[in-house]
């Protein structure tokens, strides 16, 4: 057993004018992540202490917040790893804090519902499943694969250098997720999207710090998402073509998605 | 659903300014923020003096005295650095926003080994290039009496 002390800074949006510090002592043990540190402190010292987590395993992204100056998930950090007697825990930078380490990550969910974060196709809707479906081959998979990882734990948000500066920027999460449809064959609404791209507080004010990749948990790598995408903009400018979308294959063997669902057992037979 | 209004924590140039917390390419971030803000300062000054030929020979010739001093010298060296290193930190992010050196989309498997990696070598180049020019302007301009 070995004495860690945990920096929190406390805020209560509803109770307090300011926010304050306030240190714990923690007993760690070998292989003790952040988050259980947290649970420790609720469980004997301070049960109004406030932090949001659900999975425990590095899925879900809720628990990310600034560990020594750093965001990161709770879950995933262990303590010995970060080689300190103290550890100050922030809620996430660049968003506002509702209650002690739980950011309102509103802003940043408002911002990726603005950039059309679904497929899109010219003429309709997409085709039905079981009618006809749209081919995509492993190279046209693998252009936007990485992107789709992402868990919107906010961590690039709180990083990134630009957001810090100006809270209207999109951000790395909503571009990411920009040019992850944008990248999808299966998509066309790269028009549609251009206009909140080209825009202000957009892709021209990213820089590439890269803090972004740097902290992101799951190697998401915003970064070039980002860069990909002026890449883009740029061809769109000279009109070069972009790849022709996927079409619908009707003469495609169809997946028989009555044969996919999971058999039900009753009691009964199952003995 | 209801936006909280409390404390906005965001930490605006701080962020810019907390060593020891930044990759690499963060550090270059703010340099190519502080060199251009340092160019435009003396492209504004560099107007102005050249200017102050129309206020007359003797206004401009005092003017130009004042630049023979060493201070004067020195910042003159510093816009160079600034210049030097905001050139070829350019070149660097002209090429990475066109897509050229941050590598093509990868599976993420840990650990991870993004666009950072990618364009490592290219910076590194041209960090040392920049870094030999600036040693180079150093022996040059600051060897006095000119």
């Known amino acids: ?130 009618e006809s479906e749209l081919r995509q081959s492993p190279e046209e998979l693998n252009e936007f694969l990485q992107f789709s990882s992402c868990i919107k734990c906010g961590a690039c948000m709180a990083a990134c250098p630009t957001l810090a500066n100006d809270p209207h920027f999109l951000g790395p999460m909503p571009l990411t997720a920009t040019h992850r449809y944008n990248s999808d064959s299966r998509d066309t609404g790269f028009s549609k999207r251009k206009e909140k791209m080209d825009g202000h507080h957009s892709i021209a004010h990213c820089h590439y710090a890269a803090e972004c990749t740097r902290v992101c948990p799951k190697g998401v790598d915003p970064a070039r998402a980002i860069q990909l995408m002026k890449r883009d903009l740029v061809l769109d400018l000279f009109h070069f073509s972009r790849r022709s979308p996927a079409q619908p294959c009707d003469t495609c063997a169809t997946v028989d998605h009555d044969s996919l669902k999971a058999p039900v057992f009753t009691a009964r037979e199952k003995n | 659903m209801k936006q909280i209004t409390g404390n906005s924590n965001r930490i605006g140039i701080w ?111 041209l960090m040392i290039v920049t870094g030999i020019l600036i040693a180079l302007g150093g022996f040059d301009l600051l060897r006095f009496p000119h």
């Open chain 1, 1 to 130: 057993m070995n004495q860690i002390k945990f920096k929190i800074r406390r805020y209560s949006s509803a109770t307090d004018t300011a926010p304050y510090w306030q240190t714990f002592s923690v007993e760690t043990e070998p292989g003790m992540t952040v988050l259980q540190g947290l649970q420790q402190i609720r469980e004997r010292l301070d049960a109004t202490l406030a932090w949001r987590h659900s999975c425990r395993m590095g899925v879900c992204g809720s628990c990310a917040m600034i560990i020594n100056s750093e965001p990161q998930l709770a879950c995933n950090t262990q303590i010995q790893n970060l080689s300190a007697q103290m550890i100050t825990l922030e809620a996430l930078w660049n968003f506002p804090v509702a209650k002690d380490l739980v950011p309102d990550l509103m802003p940043m969910f408002e911002k990726h519902r603005d950039i059309a974060p679904y497929l899109i196709r010219d003429g309709g809707d997409l085709p039905k499943p079981g």
């Open chain 2, 15 to 125: 962020r810019w300014l907390m060593g020891g917390r930044h990759g690499f390419e963060g550090y270059l971030y703010v340099l190519h923020r502080i060199s251009g803000v340092a160019l435009l300062l003396f492209l504004s000054m560099h107007v102005f003096f050249t200017g102050s030929r129309l206020l007359g020979q003797e206004t401009w010739e005092r003017l130009m005295s004042m630049t023979r001093g060493p201070v004067f010298v020195f910042l003159e060296y510093l816009v160079y650095c600034a210049f030097i290193f905001h050139a070829f930190n350019g070149v660097r992010l002209i090429l990475i926003e066109l897509g050229i050196a941050v590598g093509r989309p990868d599976h993420p498997v840990f650990p991870y080994r993004g666009s950072i990696h990618k364009q490592r070598p290219l910076m590194i180049v």
